[in-house]
């Protein structure tokens, strides 16, 4: 069987990989500087190895691509494309509708279609077929499915074969197909009664995250008026053996899935007439952390930051990736420049973003830590800058949260 996937960012490339023992796979992607590096042989992603990719392509079962029909023959289709949010916030379908175009234009014969990008309840059955069966040349009776991407990046000890994964087709026979396929590559699957029940569990996962994560961040905020550690606190709550489930307080909430998916659970349940108040106060007490974390930078500094040498270390939204998809250090980074701070920042994972290029770790007024990879030495960061603000907890001997 011949799968094409579209996207080959870190979800399609991870399915490829996999998929790629048992299937041969057609890796499409618009970036043709992607397409070229995969290839060759190389990953751009953390969790694919090279050498996985190397040969798989040596072995004739996987070659990327930016033509669209290079897809015509395949057998079954996954979208695996950014579900991202517009400028003022709201849900984003556009490279799903891209995706759709792409399939009816160039497949001609019916074919199994499971959605992996992350959406609201109702993309598969109300936008998705729709989609395609309006870009297609003449009536084509696909099979439609969803199995909502579990992709977290730089994690060891969950990858696609131990992690659990849900499914649900529009028919029956749709289900089947999905279950054959992800079965040859996934341990557990978990078959739910409809596509919408997939979908709606896909945002709450990360809604969860993402209120918890507020409440843990309004929390530091708590604890400092008080005088009081937010750290020895949370780790005296966490003694409790049962009811209580951790989380740290950060700068805010970074990567593809916690700052967007509860965008979506909100902005659907709005459209039905249900309120979305906490999950919408949530996002916004985690994109008003970057502020509250400058605030506190610029109170401990003369109340000004006009002219200051700032080092901001660690831009990736989580240690050890070079991932900088929804980074806290992108809003931290524009207040400090709004108040007319000279700011660098240092991030020898990341290396280059934004066409600039990683600071040395020395030499600043004040350094604000956002993230620590395990590559960088604690001694040195705080050997940075006369003043250092951690965001991560990790510094010892420092301001912080």
């Not at 950014?82 to 009816?104: N, V």
């Not at 009081?228 to 307080?249: C, H, Q, R, W």
């Not at 950060?250 to 906490?278: K, Q, R």
């Amino acid at each position: 069987m011949k799968v094409g996937i579209i996207g080959q960012g870190y979800v399609g490339l991870t399915i490829s990989a996999f998929a790629g023992e048992f299937f041969d796979v057609i890796g499409f992607d618009n970036n043709p500087r992607i397409v070229d590096q995969l290839n060759s042989g190389k990953s751009h992603i953390e969790g694919v190895d090279s050498n996985v990719l190397k040969s798989w392509i040596e072995a004739g079962r996987y070659k990327a691509t930016n033509v669209e029909s290079d897809l015509s023959d395949v057998d079954l289709v996954i979208i695996a494309v950014p579900t991202p949010l517009s400028p003022d916030r709201k849900p984003d379908l556009a490279f799903i509708d891209a995706a759709c175009k792409t399939i009816g234009e160039n497949i001609r014969k019916r074919v199994l279609i499971i959605n992996e990008s992350t959406s609201f309840p109702g993309t598969l059955r109300n936008y998705i077929k729709p989609a395609i069966e309006k870009y297609s040349s003449g009536p084509i009776e696909h099979m439609y499915a969803i199995s909502p991407e579990r992709v977290d990046p730089g994690r060891g000890d969950f990858n696609q074969k131990n992690t659990p994964r849900l499914f649900a087709g529009l028919t029956p026979e749709a289900s089947k197909m999905t279950r054959d396929f992800y079965s040859k590559f996934c341990d557990k699957l978990v078959e739910v009664s409809s596509p919408e029940v997939a979908e709606a569990a896909k945002l709450f996962e990360n809604t969860f995250r993402q209120v918890n994560i507020a409440l843990v961040n309004e929390f530091a905020q708590i604890a400092h008026s008080l005088g009081i550690s937010v750290y020895e606190t949370l780790d005296a709550a966490n003694t409790k053996p049962y009811g209580f489930m951790k989380f740290t307080p950060s700068a805010g909430v970074g990567g593809h899935c916690i700052p967007v998916d509860p965008t979506y659970l909100a902005a659907v349940a709005e459209e039905h007439g249900a309120p979305a108040t906490f999950i919408r106060r949530a996002n916004e007490v985690n994109l008003e952390m970057s502020k509250y974390v400058v605030d506190r930078v610029q109170a401990d500094n003369g109340g000004s930051l006009q002219g200051k040498s700032i080092l901001v270390v660690g831009v990736a939204y989580k240690p050890n990736v070079a991932d900088v998809r929804e980074t806290a250090a992108d809003l931290v980074i524009e207040h400090l420049r709004e108040r007319g701070a000279v700011v660098s920042w240092h991030d020898n994972v990341v290396g280059t973003w934004k066409s600039e290029i990683s600071a040395p770790l020395s030499g600043a007024d004040i350094a604000v830590v956002v993230t620590m990879h395990d590559s960088v030495k604690a001694a040195d960061v705080v050997a940075s800058a006369t003043y250092v603000f951690d965001t991560t907890g990790k510094l010892k001997g420092v301001h912080g949260l």
